[in-house]
C-alpha cells in the first residue's frame, strides 16, 4: 500500500525504512510566504534549464537558477552552473533553515514551475559534488503540489503535498535508496518556485 501524508509533524519521519524525510509545514507566516514568493519571481535571474535524456538535448519549460557561498560549479544532466552569491532574501531562508533543521548548507538549486503542468521527473539527489548523506531542505512558495518518494527496490510510494511557504528535510540515506519526483498535473494553474539548500563538497 502506498502512504500518503496529511498530519503535521516534524518530528516524524515519513520513509519507512533507508532515509529520513521530516515535513516541517509552513516555516513562515502567509504574509512572509507571500513577501519571499514575490521577492524570488522578481529578483532572481531566472533561465531555462538544458537537460540531457536519450541522447537529445532538451530545453524545460520550467527556469532554474543556483546560488551558493563561494561560485561553486555544479554539473548535473551534463550541463554546468556557477554559482551566483545569495541575495538577501536567500541568506534569511538560508539562516531560518538550518535553525530548524539544525544543518547547515553551502548553495541551493531554485526551480520556477510556471503552471501544474511543469513538474520534475523521478531522480535521486546524489550527484557526486554533493556531501554524500549530506541534508537537502526543500522550501516551496506558490501553487501546493504533490511530491512523491519512491523506494529503488522495493517501488513503495510516499506522497505529500507541499504547501506554500513550507519546509521539508530529506536527510541520511534517502538519497541513496529513494527516488523523488514532481508530478506534472492539469489541477493547478500558477505558478510554484522550490529552493532545494544543499551542502556541496568542498576539499
Ligand atoms: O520542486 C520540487 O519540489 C522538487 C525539486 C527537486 O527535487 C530538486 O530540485 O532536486
Ligand atoms: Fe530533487
Redesign the pocket.
Known amino acids: 500500500m502506498d502512504l500518503f501524508v496529511n498530519e503535521i509533524n516534524p518530528g516524524q519521519n515519513l520513509l519507512p525504512k533507508d532515509g529520513i524525510v521530516n515535513y516541517f509545514g509552513p516555516m513562515v507566516n502567509q504574509n512572509q510566504a507571500d513577501f519571499y514568493f514575490g521577492q524570488l519571481q522578481k529578483t532572481i535571474p531566472w533561465e531555462h534549464d538544458v537537460i540531457h535524456m536519450f541522447g537529445k538535448r532538451i530545453v524545460t519549460k520550467r527556469k532554474?537558477a543556483w546560488y551558493g557561498d563561494s561560485p561553486f560549479e555544479y554539473t548535473y544532466s551534463q550541463s554546468t552552473k556557477k554559482a551566483l552569491f545569495w541575495t538577501p532574501e536567500l541568506m534569511e531562508l538560508k539562516k531560518l533553515v538550518e535553525k530548524l533543521t539544525e544543518e547547515t548548507y553551502n548553495s541551493c538549486?531554485?526551480?520556477l514551475?510556471h503552471s501544474g503542468e511543469e513538474?520534475?521527473g523521478w531522480?535521486s539527489?546524489d550527484e557526486k559534488e554533493l556531501k554524500r548523506n549530506g541534508a537537502?531542505a526543500?522550501v516551496?512558495f506558490g501553487a501546493e503540489?504533490k511530491?512523491v518518494f519512491k523506494h529503488k527496490t522495493t517501488k513503495k510510494k510516499v506522497e505529500l503535498q507541499?504547501g506554500h511557504g513550507s519546509l521539508?528535510v530529506m536527510k541520511g540515506a534517502t538519497q541513496e535508496h529513494w527516488s523523488?519526483?514532481?508530478p506534472p498535473t492539469k489541477k493547478v494553474g500558477t505558478s510554484?518556485v522550490?529552493l532545494?539548500f544543499r551542502t556541496i563538497e568542498t576539499n
Open positions: 532554474v538549486l531554485l526551480n514551475y513538474g520534475m531522480h539527489d537537502i526543500s516551496s503540489r511530491f507541499l521539508l523523488h519526483r514532481l510554484r522550490n532545494t
